[in-house]
Structures are given as C-alpha cells and as structure tokens.
C-alpha cells in the first residue's frame, strides 16, 4: 500500500464487541506499513483475532508530542501509517490531536476510516435530544475544579456527554445532582457493547441512588448523558413561534401566515413577521406573497 506521498489513516476499533469492526477497517489495518496503538499489548487482541500482522508501535500520550516528527518523516517517505486507540475513534479524549494537526501542516492526506464510538452510541440510546449536544470528556478529578466545570454547564440547553470512571461515578453524580439539580433528566451507559453492558435513564437524583444500592453495578466503564438545561419562558415561546411559523408558511403566503399566527397565538404580528422573515431566509425563500 505504499505510495508516493504516504497516507494517515484514523482508524476506528471497537470499544467492547470485537464484531463491531468493519470490514474497510480491516482492510486498512492489514494493508497499511505500520500501526500506532495506544497500548500495544491491548491492540494485538484485536489483530490476532483478524490475523492482522502488521507492524505496530507504541503511541500514547506519553510519547505523542516526541514521536510525532518521526512517524511524519516515515509518511512522507511513502508509508502508510494507521492510528488507531485502545477502544473508539481515536482523538476523542484518547492521543493523535498533535499527529493529524501536524499532518495537515504538512500538506499530509489524513483518511478517516469511521466506526465505533461510545460516545455516539451512549447517545443514542439515552432517550435524550440528539440534535446538539456537548462532548465534556473527562471531568476534572479535582472536586473544586469540577464544580466549577459543572457549572459553567449549568445553563447549557444541549445533551452533555461525559465519560467516567468507576472510582469517580458517584462524586460525578452527586456534584451533578448539587449543580444541575436531582431532577434533571439523565442516562448512565455502562460497558457498552460489552457483556455486562446496562443502559439505565432517569433523574440524576434516582440514578445515584439506584448506583449507590450495589457495588457491582460501579464497576465498568461508563457514559453520563445528562439532558440539556430548559428553556427560559422566552426562549419556549420562540420556538413554539417558530414552530407555529413554520408550519402556516408551508400551506399559506407569508404574510398570511403571519396574520393567522398572531390570532393563533396573541403574540405581537410585528415580532411574528421579523420572525417569518428570518425563516423564509434560511429556508431560502423569498419573502414576497405568492
């Protein structure tokens, strides 16, 4: 797979279940003249379950920034590098950043080969709006510091993700349910894709609870998906507007729309046009009366 320039190829694995690779992953792995594993022990799993015997090397965030100028040298001089981490996609709180960004400095072609993501797929299945959401990583193991991320979160109206440990999982939650309140709607996802995998949604205040009951349910990896802050009464009554709006200006004139909205609603008709007006816009709509 050798060629004039080299390529870098981001490569995701699975983060449990090792069916979840694909095929093209495969294909990269064992076509590509050498791999970058976050724990090298962990990876040859993975490659002797495919009988992928491809070079692989030792890349973790101990070494990244330093090794960084020497798998670059290697690419350009025609060889075809895979990245990939312990479990997931790699760079999404796992080593690479510095790799792919001094790649693109130099002019390098970085290919991203898509796959399994915890974080994706604890989203997915939470219950919670998927239409915008905040990635948080880990959060500082420091409580103070946490705190203090926690609550610049606190007013945020998307879904928020957030990896954790089991040694963390309960001051985690407890500092959530203090800062966002014990009702807030949220899921913990443990050991996805994996055996002893459970998907639990509720409020923040019953999922501590319902952790605090058994030590077994602690132990694993998880994903904290927490629901997005409400809406202030402003912001609901807009995008009801907005809703309203939408829905009157796929059947009627603009300005039709607008007359029925604001009987429809009280809302003032001036405030409902300027509305009407920004949607046309981003539909692409002129806003002239068929």
Known sequence: MTNTSGRLFVVATPIGNLDDISPRAL????????????DTRHSAKLLGRFGISTKVTAFHEHNERRAVADILARIRSG?????????????????GFHLVRHAHEQHIQVVPVPGPSAVLAALSVSGLPTDRFVFEGFLPSRREQRLRRLEALADVPATIVVLEGPHRLLPT???????????????????????????????????????????????????????????TPAEASESAHRELLSTLMDEVPLKTAVKMAAKISGANRNDLYDLALALAGERGEGSEDA
């Open 79 to 95: 060889l075809d590098v895979a990245l990939i981490s312990d479990a997931g996609t790699p760079l999404i709180s796992d080593p």
């Open 173 to 231: 939650l407890e500092d959530m349910a203090a800062v966002f309140g014990p009702e807030r709607t949220a899921a913990v996802a443990k050991e996805l894709t994996k055996r002893f995998e459970v998907v639990r949604r509720d409020t923040l205040g019953a999922l501590h609870a319902w952790l605090t009951e058994s030590a077994e349910r602690q132990k694993g990896e998880f994903v904290l998906v927490i629901g997005g802050a409400a809406k």
């Open 27 to 38: 294909d990269v792995l064992g076509a590509v003249d050498l791999i970058l594993a976050e």
